[in-house]
């Protein structure tokens, strides 16, 4: 089952960043789904006086879910993708956002080291040929006691969950993708879900990265059993449990 990755994959997204956000619209729930899990972060007063990295923002919407929960925080968002993010930029936004161009895996080399309160990645992991190295990565970048958010569509391990994805990815979002031309990625997206990690062993690989306290939450709707939320902390400090 092959998959794009690194530089091939971020073309993709380049190529289909002009239809991305009408298609992600088709979904049910996908924005409402994104906030709510922004203030699953639980950020005190508004976020005001802390930073917080949304990593792979593809067009803004998951800048956007972040922003609502957390008005006050300054907040870096990156993606590999610059098609992407030229969509993310032509949106309107407050000073306290800024947008990098930048790929998951060089967090490892920036000089950001410690300066992080939460790290937010939607949809961002599946897609990296190496997860646990940018799960270091965002460890290295958290202050202790920062928060990391996971919403990924990860699969419970059910047959019946991963027979509704691939029934909604054959009926539904290949058809959609072929018809603006960006087929071979959205093909990607439903292979890359059937080859990850699937909740319970993808909570095992946070925890191993150095996590001590992680909790996996279901997506509702007909995501549930598809679309996991995972909380993490890394260990101890003033910005207290995710959970909740």
């Given at each position: 089952?092959?998959?794009?990755?690194?530089?091939?994959?971020?073309r993709a997204f380049d190529r289909a960043s002009h239809s991305y956000d009408r298609l992600t619209g088709l979904n049910p729930g996908y924005r409402?789904?994104?906030?709510?899990?922004?203030?699953?972060?639980?950020?005190?007063?508004?976020?005001?006086?802390?930073?917080?990295?949304?990593?792979?923002?593809?067009?803004?919407?998951?800048?956007?879910?972040?922003?609502?929960?957390?008005?006050?925080?300054?907040?870096?968002?990156?993606?590999?993708?610059?098609?992407?993010?030229?969509?993310?930029?032509?949106?309107?936004?407050?000073?306290?956002?800024?947008?990098?161009?930048?790929?998951?895996?060089?967090?490892?080399?920036?000089?950001?080291?410690?300066?992080?309160?939460?790290?937010?990645?939607?949809?961002?992991?599946?897609?990296v040929a190496e997860p646990a190295v940018v799960l270091d990565a965002v460890r290295a970048l958290l202050r202790p006691g920062g928060r990391l958010?996971?919403?990924?569509?990860?699969?419970?391990?059910?047959?019946?969950?991963?027979?509704?994805?691939?029934?909604?990815?054959?009926?539904?979002?290949?058809?959609?993708?072929?018809?603006?031309?960006?087929?071979?990625?959205?093909?990607?997206?439903?292979?890359?879900?059937?080859?990850?990690?699937?909740?319970?062993?993808?909570?095992?690989?946070?925890?191993?990265?150095?996590?001590?306290?992680?909790?996996?939450?279901?997506?509702?709707?007909?995501?549930?059993?598809?679309?996991?939320?995972?909380?993490?902390?890394?260990?101890?400090?003033?910005?207290?449990?995710?959970?909740?």
């Amino acid at each position: 089952m092959t998959l794009l990755r690194d530089h091939d994959l971020a073309r993709a997204f380049d190529r289909a960043s002009h239809s991305y956000d009408r298609l992600t619209g088709l979904n049910p729930g996908y924005r409402s789904d994104l906030l709510r899990s922004a203030h699953r972060l639980r950020l005190p007063r508004g976020g005001r006086g802390l930073r917080v990295l949304d990593l792979g923002c593809g067009t803004g919407a998951s800048t956007r879910a972040l922003l609502r929960a957390a008005p006050y925080a300054r907040i870096t968002a990156v993606d590999a993708s610059a098609g992407m993010l030229e969509r993310a930029r032509a949106k309107r936004w407050p000073r306290n956002v800024r947008f990098l161009h930048r790929s998951a895996e060089e967090l490892a080399t920036t000089d950001d080291d410690g300066s992080y309160d939460a790290v937010f990645a939607a949809y961002l992991f599946r897609n990296v040929a190496e997860p646990a190295v940018v799960l270091d990565a965002v460890r290295a970048l958290l202050r202790p006691g920062g928060r990391l958010l996971v919403h990924e569509y990860s699969l419970s391990g059910s047959p019946l969950h991963r027979a509704v994805w691939n029934t909604v990815c054959r009926g539904v979002i290949v058809p959609a993708g072929t018809l603006t031309g960006d087929r071979e990625l959205y093909r990607h997206l439903w292979r890359s879900v059937l080859v990850f990690d699937t909740a319970p062993a993808f909570a095992e690989r946070i925890a191993r990265a150095g996590f001590p306290f992680v909790r996996t939450v279901p997506v509702g709707g007909w995501q549930n059993g598809i679309v996991h939320v995972f909380l993490a902390r890394s260990g101890t400090g003033p910005t207290g449990s995710p959970a909740s």
